[in-house]
Structures are given as structure tokens and as C-alpha cells.
Nanobody
């Protein structure tokens, strides 16, 4: 059973930045960040194909969010800049054994293992 632990969430004012981390007990092929705000569906932020470092971003997340990894530490990161109150959500990391092509689809339903989430709250 793969275990994922997120950290780095918290409260920040609009315009601020946060860096989330996700440590995995086992690295599978595809890692991703997702978020879910109250009353909304879970949405994809970005994925990274671990062996090649190939990244994919949801269109609405491009520019302010950056996904990266430290493969040796089995750790994935999400750098978030210029945060707005609309970014307030629970942020989750997830992993699955998918091809690079499918990893780039950013489909939450494709991911088998999920962390508990870390809360990000952005105040105006």
C-alpha cells in the first residue's frame, strides 16, 4: 500500500506564496497534485512523470503553480505563487502507475493512491 503525506499548507494573504511537499513511501510512474474546495469537484493542478520529469498542467493553473520532484527523496513539490482567495482548498497529492501519455491527462479518476490532504487558506 502506497502512503503519501502532504505538508506545507497553511494560511496566507492574497498575493503570497506557499510550497507544498508530498513524501511517498513508494514512487509510482505518475505523481500529481489536485485540490478540492468546499462544494466543488476535485480538480487537477499538475502531474509529473517521475522517470522523465515530464510535467503537465491544467490550463487554469499554468503560470502560478510549478510542480517538481526530488526523485531520490521520493518527494514531490508544488510551488504556488500569487495566491488568491479562489485558491483556498484542500490540496492533495496522488500517485498511480500510468503511462506518460495518460499521466498528462490529469484525470483524478486515474489515480489510485491519495494523501490525506493539506489545507490552504488564502485571505483577501
Amino acid at each position: 500500500q502506497v502512503q503519501l503525506v502532504e505538508s506545507g499548507g497553511g494560511s496566507v494573504q492574497a498575493g503570497g506564496s506557499l510550497r507544498l511537499s508530498c513524501v511517498a513511501s513508494e514512487y509510482l510512474y505518475c505523481m500529481g497534485w489536485f485540490r478540492q474546495a468546499p462544494g466543488k469537484e476535485r480538480e487537477a493542478i499538475a502531474t509529473i512523470y517521475s522517470s522523465s520529469g515530464t510535467t503537465a498542467y491544467a490550463d487554469s493553473m499554468k503560470g502560478r503553480f510549478t510542480i517538481s520532484q526530488d526523485f531520490a527523496k521520493r518527494t514531490m513539490y508544488l510551488q504556488m505563487n500569487s495566491l488568491t482567495p479562489e485558491d483556498t482548498a484542500m490540496y492533495y497529492c496522488a500517485t498511480t502507475a500510468l503511462s506518460r501519455t495518460r499521466c498528462g491527462r490529469l484525470a483524478p479518476g486515474d489515480f489510485n493512491y491519495w494523501g490525506q490532504g493539506t489545507q490552504v487558506t488564502v485571505s483577501s
